[in-house]
């Protein structure tokens, strides 16, 4: 179970273009790029439970590997996904034209999403 752990965001990159790609507000794109923000990741099998906390905010979704799913997207949409493992360390999502990679790399956990040409990546480290 390579993903199981909290993680707490160390740093990020392309934060504000990419939000203002995907039609996030300047004011909501302010109020974020400097918020800490803590995940935790429960791996079951092919089962996923994802839990993003950033200052009161509280993001959590689950998914099975290769099953249609409704997850809530960075605009806070709900949408539906399939995510996909690519070996033992990698999962891949394409959430409507957001393509989503995330891996974990011995402590540190990295998201890499993509929409058309710009690239976020947001880079977090095991605290436990």
Same mark, same amino acid.
């Given at each position: 179970?390579? !993903?199981?752990?909290?993680? *707490? ?10 939000? &203002? /790609? =995907?039609?996030?507000? +300047? ?35 689950? !998914?099975?590997?290769?099953? *249609? ?10 949408? &539906? /996904? =399939?995510?996909?493992? +690519? ?42």
């Amino acid at each position: 179970m390579a !993903f199981n752990g909290h993680y *707490e965001l160390h740093s990020q990159v392309n934060f504000a273009p990419f939000m &203002k /790609a =995907i039609g996030l507000s +300047d004011n909501l794109i302010e109020q974020g790029k400097d918020r800490k923000s803590t995940s935790e990741i429960v791996e079951t099998g092919d089962h996923f439970k994802i839990i993003v906390t950033t200052g009161s905010q509280v993001l959590v979704n689950e !998914f099975t590997i290769g099953e *249609e799913t409704e997850i809530e997207s960075p605009t806070g949409e709900k949408v &539906k /996904a =399939i995510i996909n493992r +690519d070996g033992k360390n990698k999962l891949v999502a394409k959430i409507q034209n957001i393509t989503s990679v995330t891996e974990v790399t011995g402590d540190q956990l990295t998201n890499t999403m993509t929409v058309g040409d710009i690239v976020y990546k947001r880079i977090s480290k095991r605290i436990s």
